[in-house]
């Protein structure tokens, strides 16, 4: 049987679509929330002069989300065209620590996974204030 291994080209042309596809697609979302937002919301007035701020953990803003998500709300929507196109260059970087254990680079798998483990911790134990 013939042996097939991924070269840095393929590997690179792999991130590459990655990362250009998780773009379209976070796009292609947030203009989709976008637009249902603005049908449903056209003639709604805006008080811009107050803002309400809230310290909800990451974990509640997801499952808020994809609440108003599935009940097709436009800003949910949005949302997650925004949560998107945060988790593609994480995904990326997923995809690189695979790709370098397969490689058998050590060196970068340590630091690749540093990174990750620092996004991780600032993601979830990051202070608001």
Known sequence: MKQSNLGDRDIQLIIGNLLR???????????LGGIIYLFRHDREFVNYQTFVEHDDNIFDVIKHMLNGVFQG????????GVMLLFLTPIL??????????????????????????????????????
Not at 21 to 31: K, N, P
């Open 21 to 31: 596809y998780g773009v379209w697609t976070a796009l292609t979302v947030a203009t």
């Open 73 to 80: 709300y436009g800003h949910s929507i949005i949302l997650l």
């Open 92 to 129: 990326r970087l997923i995809f690189s620590l695979v790709a370098f254990f397969i490689e058998k680079d050590y060196l970068y798998v340590g630091i690749t996974l540093l990174v990750i483990g620092i996004i991780c911790f600032s993601v979830f134990f990051g202070f608001a204030h």
